[in-house]
């Protein structure tokens, strides 16, 4: 998986709609998440698309599969991914992902509809963090 810096410089070089195509090709390199893990546990709450997120690893190593339904809504997911895969717990807990992704202003980028699951799959992702480094 690209780094979200490197993701960065690419995003901002481009407009419109090769934005749009970027952010489809990043979904399409997530790593693939299996069906059996594609469950109502695993679904995030508040997308407009279905978005699942499955944490793996540990405290010293954080590691997220994630798929989505729809193509740039699993970009949007894989910006999300590539802020905290494989970061040491602690880190992802007290970073402000919502802010590491303001360089690419989602919000204004895409639809409200798009963009709307997001803070819940942040929190989903942050809750995981607190609980892994508080074990």
Same mark, same amino acid.
């Given at each position: ?7 960065? #410089?690419?995003?901002?070089? @481009? ?19 299996? #069906? ?9 709450? %508040? ?38 895969? #494989? ?13 590491? @992704? ?20 942040? %929190? ?12």
């Amino acid at each position: 998986m690209r780094t979200l810096e490197d993701i960065q #410089d690419e995003y901002e070089f @481009l407009e419109g709609d090769e934005r749009y195509r970027l952010l489809i090709e990043l979904g399409r390199e997530l790593e693939p998440m299996p #069906d059996a893990l594609k469950t109502d546990a695993t679904l995030v709450r %508040g997308c407009s698309a279905q978005v699942w997120v499955y944490p793996t690893g540990d405290g010293e190593k954080l590691h997220f599969l994630a798929d989505s339904n729809a193509a740039i809504t699993k970009g949007i997911v894989a910006l999300v991914i590539a802020a905290v895969q #494989d970061q040491p717990a602690a880190d992802v807990a007290t970073l402000d992902i919502a802010q590491t @992704l303001a360089p690419f202003d989602l919000s204004n980028q895409l639809s409200s509809n798009r963009t709307q699951g997001v803070p819940n799959m942040i %929190g989903l992702v942050k809750d995981h963090a607190a609980r892994i480094n508080a074990s």
